[in-house]
């Protein structure tokens, strides 16, 4: 599919075919795909958990507002942020680059993020937003469908994932194939509302 395609069909889609199955390989090329999003400083703050446990699948329905994707997409995928990435050995995600650039880069990183909680907090979720916008095109892409949620307990979530103290979830990502079309888009903004060119008027 046209990568046009993929953004212009993409919807929200709530009911799934518990029946539908992923291959192994099919959903390790939906996350490399992911894993080529940018983010700053290439540090790489996503962590994706992959929930395919059945009953870890439930606890976390119980928790989503009953809602049935949760339990009835094929992949069930939580996007967490890791906000101590900056100084968890970043010289690693350099290790490729020119000496110079490396040499450059990584007393950078430390300069800008440390002793800022709140920018080490939005860079990691800016990452997570957008590498989750590259998983559900990648997953349109491949004929499949997707529906992206905050509506969940997020601390009864992070407990049942075991999420570190220093990691943040941004939100959920179910993919599979739905069961029933949505309907029409309830309603697009204009471009004359949303496009501010330069600045907006006083």
Not at 176 to 199: A, C, F, H, S, Y
């Amino acid at each position: 599919m046209h990568i046009f395609d993929a953004i212009r069909s993409r919807r929200a889609v709530k009911y799934f075919d518990p029946e539908f199955k992923l291959s192994e390989s099919e959903q390790t090329e939906l996350l490399d795909l992911t894993m080529q999003s940018p983010t700053a400083f290439n540090l790489q703050h996503w962590r994706f958990v992959v929930v395919d446990d059945a009953a870890t699948r439930q606890a976390i329905r119980a928790v989503a507002w009953d809602q049935a994707q949760v339990t009835d997409a094929s992949m069930l995928i939580i996007l967490c942020a890791d906000l101590n990435s900056w100084e968890k050995n970043a010289a690693r995600v350099w290790a490729n680059a020119p000496d110079a650039v490396r040499e450059m880069m990584v007393p950078a990183i430390d300069a800008y993020y440390r002793d800022k909680p709140q920018t080490q907090r939005d860079e990691a979720m800016r990452s997570c937003g957008i590498a989750g916008q590259t998983l559900m095109l990648s997953a349109r892409a491949m004929g499949l469908d997707s529906c992206p949620m905050d509506g969940f307990d997020f601390e009864a979530v992070a407990k049942i994932i075991q999420l570190p103290a220093d990691h943040e979830i941004a939100f959920m990502v179910a993919i599979g194939k739905k069961t029933r079309d949505v309907w029409p888009k309830p309603g697009q903004l204009g471009m004359q509302e949303v496009v501010i060119r330069n600045r907006f008027p006083k």
